[in-house]
């Protein structure tokens, strides 16, 4: 055995522990929001806050940079494109930028992400921002200590923010990029709203019974490609997925029992990032080529199902006499094109993950400007609630009159998620340009239209050109490179832009 | 700070860690129980092991045994029967106890016991005892190695098993206990057997809704005096209890849509041990004052509720009503004493846990003499299922037709619980010592009989007796100890007899 041979073993062995420790942390995640019992939150915090100490000590141990220099020498990383030089190259940043955050901060971060979360669940319900405010304002202060320390180059501390959430995302590159869609969106949004005949959304505001609801999200699910003998499918109050190991990725939806879409566009969604999960190489779970390579690149796969599919009209000339029989009697009077438009309405509203696939991109836009001036200074916490308001007003027309559909409406600040919103928006950019490609190519390959199969309720050749393309090369490129890839197309928001257009002109004619 | 007071300060901090990895544990294992995906089973055991592995650092690191000696030989303990003494001496016990076992053996028997109980959840429904054989094997082989290490004086090697459980337990002194009180309970088997007018159970084996069920039982633990706010209900296979910290201890039940007794009476028994848990003084939560003193104690919680509480004449005359509610029409042609019959009928069985109170010491008592026959090599493991039909026949004049309802019926053995069995008896035995004292104690202070407390359905003043009696001590004293100092009275099997006998008397006539 080599010298090289035994850095690689001891590595790997180092890694395998921590993905056990990290996948642990997500157990303890997982159970709290599915049901802890109100008093244990505080004992839960110090039981994260310990796992989060010895997964650090894990990351940083000189050891491992030892090791990592010498094989980033060694003629192991001879061929820069091997996976063993990917994995050496992104284990050396990952460990560049651990070293340089003290345990002490680390721990502080965990335990107060955990209990900032137990407050937001807390204060949110009923309407209580400042009982969360303290929370927060740690949080931010703790997350601000953490930029300063990995700030490099010419970084803003809101890019070394960003750039764990995407890497190499600056606000001199997104900021332009998100801004250009906004003025493109914007007669998009006002087209709709001057057009003839506007869907009312009615036929989603009835009442879906809830248990006929998980049934329909299992059955959906499951149809698509997530595989429920690696996962489950549970409630909470802010629908997320999880990774608890290679085979246990879960899905968490929450049900309306007077709406349809967020059981089941949550479930979609969900399952998307799941299915992404699912696809990465189980092999090197917890190592870079078993990880996926950004959350913009995660978010592209859960908006691709949940809206490029799951929205369109191909689907529901499939789906919807499925759904109709969950729900006996209630869609009776409903067409499925009626059903088609109404998912399909555009209309400013207040609650971002309640919001139409156009609009959406403003509620981004909005806490991609607010957290950029929590980070600046320029805007400090407590007066949120207003800042909230003002840019809701300016962008959509619309302001809540409380924090529960307003500042508090997300759990991500309270996670201490600053500086990944954005990647939402980089999502549906992303899936715009996958689905331009997988189009083109599924019907090269198949002789078949993508859409007819999704009219048959088809999904796997299309799942498996996801996983070809997209998930099972882990961190082997970069983001953009990896759509590139994909796509032989340069990164633009062009083909969203289109697909938007498209979708407007066939519902609001 | 003096040297002692440092010891004692960093003794803390490792035993906080300690706790703290415990409790995550456990958190794992309770989900491992509550709808794991299917393929997530194997790396859970890997969790798990890397768990355990850090714990039983922990638990024998050499400082801690030097900072233990230390703290034994100095002033901190010259009162033998304060807190700080008690805790010293049992951390020293422990200590050494965990040191003199390797840590590859822990992290060896973590695994097996994971995948044994994995292999056992798939096995039973199968009858297929072939399959669960070698995981039975290597679990066996792996607790013999551990006894061997463990076995201290003349502890035989299941002593050495048992002592973990209930300390102090021997075969010579436990074997002729339950021989006698077999000899006593033979007679009155066979006097129900006899009995001219006996209930036939038919009330039970209605169809009683599962959501009604679910409804009725955390009614019914919320009554007694489980704390929703500190822990949760949920259903699972194979009941349990377990603790995730000092304000989160768990029951799980299972529900039969034909049956009463699983669901009610499983509910009753672990909300007995939780209730026990939650009574434990939190501050104290991973060290010996803040930690159950034994399984026997533990089981007379549990027992107590169940059995000499919840099958009590007073509380079905105060019950009956209500569950009637809860499942409309099914009862409505049942009178409350036929129902209190009928949960009292006694009648030799094939499922231990679905066994009456008077049949249930002789299920025990298979398996204490199996598990002595198995680890002193009389009986190998591939001949169980065999041995269990002989002994089944012996004891009860009943056999299994298949391993389902016969060797594969408890998880214990899978979960590598070996000299475990024998405290459930113990337990029965305690739990009819308590119940006298508590009655006659409840009475001299309230001036009113326990029974006509839980004719109101009142059951605070019990449970607080056995706060103040019972749970607050934790570790204080060993378990045959705190019984007496709670009853005044020597460790004796007569008064659960005596009760089992006036039971009949009231059911039989």
Redesign the interface.
């Known amino acids: 055995m080599t010298n090289s041979d035994q850095d690689l073993e001891l590595i790997e062995e180092n890694f395998r522990?921590i993905a056990?420790?990290e996948?642990?942390a997500s157990?303890?995640g997982?159970?709290e929001r599915t049901?802890?019992?109100?008093?244990?939150g505080?004992?839960?915090a110090?039981?994260i806050t310990?796992?989060s100490g010895?997964i650090h000590d894990r990351r940083t141990s000189p050891q491992l940079g030892e090791r990592l220099s010498r094989l980033a020498d060694s003629s192991v990383t001879t061929d820069p494109n091997s996976n063993q030089s990917v994995t050496i190259r992104c284990l050396q940043k990952d460990f560049l930028r651990h070293s340089k955050l003290s345990k002490s901060l680390v721990e502080a971060i965990s335990n107060a992400t955990v209990r900032g979360e137990q407050a937001w669940a807390v204060a949110r319900p009923k309407n209580d921002f400042a009982s969360f405010l303290p929370f927060l304002e740690n949080i931010l202060a703790l997350r601000k200590e953490e930029a300063a320390m990995l700030q490099v180059g010419n970084q803003t501390l809101y890019d070394a923010l960003m750039d764990q959430y995407e890497e190499g995302a600056t606000v001199a590159i997104i900021g332009p990029v998100l801004n250009n869609l906004r003025q493109q969106l914007v007669p998009l949004v006002q087209r709709c709203a001057e057009a003839k005949n506007r869907p009312d959304g009615a036929s989603l505001s009835r009442s879906f019974d809830i248990d006929q609801q998980r049934k329909l999200s299992r059955w959906i699910a499951s149809k698509i490609g997530y595989q429920?003998?690696?996962?489950?499918l549970d409630e909470t109050d802010h629908p997320f997925c999880t990774s608890?190991?290679?085979?246990?990725h879960?899905i968490l939806t929450r049900y309306d029992a007077n709406h349809f879409n967020s059981g089941f566009f949550g479930t979609l969604h969900e399952a998307g990032h799941a299915m992404y999960e699912q696809g990465l190489p189980k092999g090197a779970?917890g190592m870079p080529m078993g990880t996926a390579v950004s959350l913009g690149i995660h978010e592209s796969q859960s908006r691709l199902w949940e809206n490029m599919i799951g929205r369109s009209h191909a689907f529901w000339s499939w789906c919807f006499s499925e759904v109709q029989k969950y729900f006996p009697g209630t869609l009776d009077d409903v067409s499925g094109d009626t059903f088609f438009r109404d998912i399909n309405r555009v209309e400013p509203s207040l609650i971002r993950v309640d919001a139409d696939e156009v609009t959406y991109n403003l509620h981004i836009l909005i806490r991609f400007e607010l957290e950029q001036a929590l980070l600046s200074g320029d805007l400090q916490a407590t007066n949120l609630p207003e800042a909230w308001r003002e840019k809701y007003t300016k962008y959509l027309g619309v302001a809540p009159t409380n924090d529960h559909d307003g500042v508090l409406q997300d759990v991500h600040w309270s996670a201490g998620l600053i500086g990944y919103f954005p990647t939402y928006a980089l999502g549906n950019i992303y899936a715009a340009q996958l689905m331009d490609a997988a189009r083109e190519q599924i019907e090269v390959v198949g002789n078949e239209d993508l859409d007819v199969q999704i009219r048959r309720g088809e999904f796997s050749p299309l799942l498996e050109w996801l996983r070809t393309n997209v998930h099972r090369y882990g961190r082997q490129m970069n983001p953009r490179a990896l759509v590139e890839k994909a796509t032989s197309k340069a990164f633009a928001a062009a083909p969203l832009v289109k697909y938007l257009s498209e979708k407007i002109e066939h519902v609001y004619g």
Not at 244 to 248: N, Q, S
Request: glycine share 8%.
């Open positions: 522990d056990l420790l996948s642990i157990t303890l997982w159970d049901g802890l019992p109100d008093e244990a505080e004992y839960r110090h039981q310990l796992l010895l429920f003998s690696q996962g489950r608890l190991g290679p085979y246990d879960r779970f």
